[in-house]
C-alpha cells in the first residue's frame, strides 16, 4: 500500500472549507480547525483516554474473535447445530448492542467491563456469521479432496476448512472492527468516565467545550482510519494473499 | 488382474416415494483390469459421474456394491484418488505443497523427493513455489495429476478433467496422460461425455444410455498408442459409438 496524494489533498480542501465556513458566517458555537487544535492540544487526558478507549476496543473485540471464529467453524460444519441455533442468533443479532447498555451497567457497574461486554455482543455475531458462511461456501471439492487423502475431520478442519475460510474470516473481522469502534463510543457515553466517547459528552456537559466535542470526533475517525489500514494490512499475509487482489 | 468391478449397482436419489426420487442408475456390471483405461462415456446426466463418485466412495450406491482388489468400497481411500477439473487444487498452497499434501504420513526426506519427482514429472520445474493462480489452466490440471500421484494410488478415478481447458491445452492434457499413465502404471477410470476423448485414451469406452444409465455397450478400443486420429480404425470405432450414442439420443 503506496501513500497517495489524493486522500490528502481531499482533506486539505474541506479543512479549509470548514475554516472558510467557520470565518464566514462568524459561528459563535461551532469550532474553527484551528481552535479544535488548540483545545486538544490543551486537554491533559488525552493520551489516557485514547489508552481507555484502545484497551476497551481490543478486549472486547479480541474474547469476540477468540470466541467468535471456532464458533463459526462449527456452526458451518455441523447443520444440526446450526438449525438448532440459527433461531436465536438471528433473534438477538437486530438487537442494537446499546439495547444492552443498561443491564450492563447493572451487571458490571461503572466500569470498563460494561463497554467491553457491549463491544464484545456488537462484534460476535458479525465475526460468527462471517465465519459460518465461509466455512458453507468451502467448495464441496476441497473437502472431497481432502477426505480422499485420508484426513481425520480434526485434521480436515485445520489444513482445509480453515485456510480456505481465513479470507472470509478476515473480511468479517474487519466489519466488526468497525462495529467495535462505533459503539465503543456510545458505551462511553453512558457506562464509563475516561475515554474518547466520555470526552465528547464530558466536553458538552460540563462547560459547552465544542471545540473539544469536535476534537473528539476527528480523534475517533483519525484512529479509525489507522486501525483499519493495520487491519487491512493483514490481507496481505501469505497465507490468505492467495483470495485478495495485489 | 481384475482390479475394479461394479457389481449391480442401481443407485436412486430423493425420498422414498416414487414420484420424487430420480433414478440416475440401474444395473451397471463392469470390471476393470489392473493397469486398464477405461472411459465411462455417455450423454449428460446419464449418471456417469455419479458412478464414478461410488467406485470413489463419497456416495454409497442404492444398490450393488464395488470392490477393488476384492476388497468392499465403503468410503474414500488414500489408494483410490479423485481428479476434478483444475479448480480442485488448493489454492492457498504453493505448487509444491499441493503436491506434498497427501504425503503427510511420510517421513520428510521422501516427501522431498517424492514431491521433486512428480514436479519434474508433469513438467512444473520452475514453478515449485508459485500459487495455483500464477499458473495456467493447463498447468493447475497437471499440478492436480501430480498432487494425486505423489501418494502413490493404485487407481486414479478422473471427473471431465480436461473439460474446462481450451481444445488446445486439451489436445496436450491427453498426450501428458497416456505418456503419464504409461509411466506409472495406474488404473484409470476416465468420465467424459466427448466421444473422440474416449477413443483417443481409453483401452474400452463404456457407453452409457440416458438417465437411467445403463451399460449400453463397452466397446475395445483396439488400436496401439500413440494413435493415428486418421486412421480407418479409429475413425470406424468413432462412428460406432457415434452411432450408439446417436441411437441413445433417439430413445
Known amino acids: 500500500m503506496k501513500p497517495r496524494i489524493e486522500p490528502i489533498v481531499t482533506a486539505a480542501i474541506l479543512i479549509a472549507i470548514w475554516h472558510a465556513a467557520v470565518v464566514l458566517t462568524d459561528a459563535k458555537v461551532f469550532p474553527s480547525p484551528l481552535a479544535v487544535l488548540r483545545g486538544l492540544n490543551d486537554l491533559p487526558h488525552l493520551a489516557s483516554y ?72 456488537a462484534t460476535f455475531f458479525p465475526v460468527v456469521v ?17 477426505r480422499n487423502f485420508g484426513l481425520s475431520t480434526p485434521a480436515l478442519m485445520m489444513r482445509v476448512v480453515v485456510p480456505a475460510v481465513l479470507p472470509n474470516i478476515l473480511v468479517g473481522l474487519r466489519l466488526a472492527f468497525g462495529v467495535a469502534w462505533i459503539v465503543l463510543v456510545a458505551a462511553e457515553m453512558i457506562a ?43 490481507e496481505r499475509l501469505k497465507v490468505v494473499r492467495w483470495a485478495f487482489h495485489d | 488382474m481384475t482390479k475394479v468391478v461394479f457389481t449391480k449397482i442401481g443407485m436412486t436419489f430423493g425420498s422414498a416415494k416414487a414420484d420424487k426420487s430420480v433414478h440416475v442408475l440401474d444395473d451397471i456390471n463392469l470390471s476393470v483390469n489392473q493397469g486398464e483405461f477405461v472411459c465411462l462415456l455417455g450423454p449428460s446426466g446419464c449418471g456417469k459421474s455419479t458412478l464414478l463418485n461410488i467406485a470413489g466412495g463419497f456416495i454409497k450406491p442404492s444398490e450393488g456394491e464395488v470392490t477393488i482388489d476384492g476388497e468392499r468400497v465403503t468410503g474414500p481411500d488414500p489408494r483410490r484418488i479423485f481428479v476434478f477439473q483444475e479448480r480442485g487444487v488448493f489454492p492457498w498452497l504453493t505448487v509444491e505443497q499441493n503436491i506434498g499434501f497427501g504425503l503427510f504420513r511420510q517421513p520428510a526426506n521422501e516427501r522431498r523427493e517424492r514431491i521433486a519427482h512428480y514436479v519434474q514429472l508433469v513438467g512444473l520445474q520452475g514453478f515449485e513455489q508459485s500459487y495455483p493462480r500464477e499458473l495456467s489452466g493447463g498447468m493447475k490440471q497437471r499440478l492436480e495429476v501430480a498432487r494425486a500421484l505423489a501418494v502413490n494410488p493404485d ?41 473422440e476423448e474416449s477413443v483417443q485414451l481409453a483401452d474400452r469406452v463404456v457407453v452409457l444410455s440416458a438417465r437411467p444409465g445403463r451399460v449400453r455397450r463397452v466397446v475395445d478400443i483396439d488400436i496401439p498408442h500413440p494413435r493415428d486420429l486418421s486412421d480407418p480404425r479409429y475413425l470406424q470405432l468413432r462412428d460406432e459409438i457415434f452411432g450408439e450414442i446417436g441411437l441413445a439420443h433417439q430413445i
Open chain 1, 50 to 121: 485514547i489508552r481507555d478507549s484502545l484497551f476497551r476496543v481490543f478486549c472486547g473485540y479480541f474474547s469476540a474473535v477468540i470466541l467468535g471464529v471456532p464458533a463459526g467453524l462449527a456452526l458451518g460444519w455441523w447443520l444440526p447445530l446450526a438449525r438448532a441455533t440459527n433461531p436465536l442468533i438471528q433473534m438477538l443479532r437486530p438487537i442494537s448492542p446499546l439495547a444492552w447498555m443498561p443491564l450492563a451497567v447493572i451487571w458490571f457497574g461503572v466500569s470498563n467491563l460494561a463497554p467491553i461486554f457491549l463491544i464484545f455482543l
Open chain 1, 130 to 146: 462471517a465465519t459460518m458462511n465461509g466455512v458453507r461456501n468451502v467448495p464441496p471439492m476441497f473437502i472431497q479432496a481432502g
Open chain 1, 192 to 234: 464509563v468516565d475516561s475515554g474518547l466517547g466520555y470526552l465528547i459528552i464530558d466536553a458538552r456537559n460540563a462547560g459547552k467545550r465544542y471545540d473539544l466535542v469536535v476534537g473528539g470526533m476527528l480523534t475517533i475517525g483519525v484512529i479509525g482510519l489507522l486501525l483499519d489500514t493495520l487491519i487491512r494490512l493483514t
Open chain 2, 155 to 195: 487407481v486414479l478415478y478422473l471427473d471431465e478433467p480436461f473439460g474446462a481447458l481450451d481444445s488446445i491445452t486439451r489436445l496436450q492434457m491427453r498426450r501428458e496422460l497416456l505418456r503419464i499413465w504409461q509411466a506409472e502404471k495406474k488404473t484409470i477410470l476416465f468420465v467424459t461425455h466427448d466421444i
